[in-house]
């Protein structure tokens, strides 16, 4: 991950994002919501810090930071579903040695 190594920012704390598993930029690419050639110019983020798309998640393995305020289910179920299922998908590619272009879902 040449991207970890120069320790890419996340534009709104300012710490490094370490992981593709923290990154919302990862995250939204997995979606089919940036698009591969982005991935390297755009600002990157980490999940945490990217409330609008975190609050969409469902995982026992992420923990919500406190002052979010999670998306009710029963208001945007399939985006629930989706964001939820991208951050399965992005956990289980990792260290999987799968091209790039695999990562997002079908
Ligand atoms: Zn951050």
Do not use: W
Not at 60 to 71: A, H, I, M, R, T
Not at 72 to 92: F, K, M, S
């Amino acid at each position: 991950m040449a991207k970890c190594d120069q320790g890419y920012k996340c534009e709104i704390c300012g710490e490094p994002v370490k992981n593709i598993i923290e990154s919302a930029l990862y995250l939204r690419y997995v979606l089919g919501e940036v698009q591969l050639h982005e991935l390297f110019g755009a600002p990157e983020r980490h999940l945490h810090c990217d409330h609008d798309l975190c609050r969409f998640i469902r995982h026992e393995k992420f923990v919500q930071p406190e002052e979010v305020e999670l998306v009710d289910p029963a208001d945007d179920q399939a985006r629930v579903e989706r964001v939820t299922r991208g951050y399965e998908r992005l956990r289980e590619v990792v260290g999987q040695g799968i091209p790039i272009t695999d990562y997002p879902l079908k």
